[in-house]
C-alpha cells in the first residue's frame, strides 16, 4: 500500500506564505500526475493545482499566480508553494498521487489556518 504523508501546513498571517511537502513512500519517477487538493470547512474538496509526468502544470483560478506545484523525484517528494495566502485558502489541504488507474493514492491531509 503507497502512503503519501504531507507536512508543512499550520496556521500563517494574511499575505504570509507557506511550503506544503508530500512524501510518497514509493518513487514518484513513473507517476502520471501529482495534484493538491484541499476542503474548507463546509464545503466540497476542490483541486487546486496539478502537476502531469510532462510537466503541464494547471490551477484553479482563485490560486494562480500565487501557488506553485512541483516535484523533487530524487526525494520522492511533491510540493506547494503558497504565497499572498488570504482566509479563503484556508483548509485541510491533500496530496494526490496517480500512477495508473488503480494506483491513484490520497494522503490524509495537513491543515492550513490563514488568520490573524
Known amino acids: 500500500q503507497v502512503q503519501l504523508v504531507e507536512s508543512g501546513g499550520g496556521l500563517v498571517q494574511p499575505g504570509g506564505s507557506l511550503r506544503l511537502s508530500c512524501a510518497a513512500s514509493r518513487s514518484i519517477r513513473g507517476a502520471h500526475k501529482m495534484a493538491w487538493g484541499r476542503q474548507a470547512p463546509g464545503k466540497q474538496r476542490e ?20 501557488f506553485t506545484i ?9 510540493y506547494l508553494q503558497m504565497n499572498s495566502l488570504n482566509a479563503e485558502d484556508t483548509g485541510v489541504y491533500y496530496c494526490n498521487v496517480v500512477w ?5 493514492y490520497w494522503g490524509k491531509g495537513t491543515l492550513v489556518t490563514v488568520s490573524s
Do not use: I, P, Q
Open 47 to 66: 483541486l487546486v493545482a496539478s502537476l502531469t509526468s510532462n510537466g503541464n502544470t494547471n490551477y484553479a483560478d482563485s490560486v494562480k499566480g500565487r
Open 100 to 104: 495508473s488507474v488503480l494506483e491513484d
Open 70 to 78: 512541483f516535484r523533487d523525484n530524487a526525494k520522492n517528494t511533491v
